[in-house]
């Protein structure tokens, strides 16, 4: 079941436009992290985590995919959902954030080698979200 979860998780990750492709657009990821709520929910998420370093340029730079942000339900409410990817490698190297609404929170899934990361602990209905937003 793990594996036929990760193989349709990075099926549907593995184009950049698979994000939510019938979803409103709203705005990118790096939009996004000029807004100080947001990237402090970004480095709230991140807290305690050793991010692979093309997450942590990112933050720096702001530089990566210009991907759209689409809308996600969860708890009645419409959140966020953000992508980037380590540039020129997106395949096997992406994060996806959920930003609750007004940016106070996020949370990501990490994957990297085949592997998935939940990080800023999301319970079951904000991953939940979160994968409705990649399939």
């Not at 492709?21 to 970004?42: C, E, I, N, T, V």
């Not at 480095?43 to 720096?60: I, N, Q």
């Not at 942000?69 to 994060?95: F, M, P, R, W």
Request: proline share 7%; aromatic share 10%.
């Amino acid at each position: 079941m793990r594996a036929a979860f990760l193989f349709a998780l990075l099926l549907a990750a593995s184009s950049i436009h698979a994000l939510g492709a019938d979803a409103p657009k709203g705005p990118y990821l790096s939009d996004l992290m000029k807004q100080p709520a947001h990237r402090a929910a970004w480095y709230g998420m991140l807290a305690g985590e050793t991010p692979p370093s093309w997450v942590e340029d990112y933050a720096k730079t702001l530089d990566g995919p210009p991907t759209p942000s689409i809308a996600v339900e969860a708890n009645d409410e419409t959140y966020t959902l953000a992508y980037t990817c380590k540039a020129n490698e997106c395949g096997d190297n992406q994060l996806f954030v959920l930003f609750s609404p007004g940016g106070a929170k996020a949370w990501g899934l990490l994957v990297t080698g085949g592997r998935q990361k939940w990080l800023g602990a999301p319970d079951e209905t904000i991953q939940k979200a979160i994968l409705s937003g990649i399939e």
